[in-house]
């Protein structure tokens, strides 16, 4: 095999799952505590978002999932863990 050609090997189905689920946990935390700072929603254990501010954390974590699938060559776990 000459050096232009890469060997993709499958990768497992646990470090797949694994990357999904600490994905969406840290882009579930991160971008609702953003928007809870932003729009004054934080409380004394963490953030508790309400109508537009909770659409907000939610088109933010789905634009997470697929800016990063689309155009950054994974999410910030599936690089970690390289699940893609």
């Not at 050609?5 to 953003?34: C, K, N």
């Not at 729009?39 to 963490?46: P, R, S, W």
């Not at 953030?47 to 155009?71: H, M, R």
Request: no cysteine; proline share 1%.
């Amino acid at each position: 095999m000459d050096q232009t050609q890469t060997e993709h090997r499958p990768v497992s189905r646990w470090r797949i799952i694994l990357a999904a689920v600490l994905d969406f946990f840290t882009a579930f935390f991160v971008f609702g505590y953003l928007v809870g700072s932003v729009t004054g929603e934080t409380t004394d254990g963490g953030f508790q978002l309400n109508g537009v501010s909770a659409l907000a954390a939610f088109v933010l974590i789905v634009a997470y999932f697929w800016l990063g699938g689309k155009y950054f060559g994974g999410t910030i776990w599936q690089r970690i863990l390289k699940a893609r």
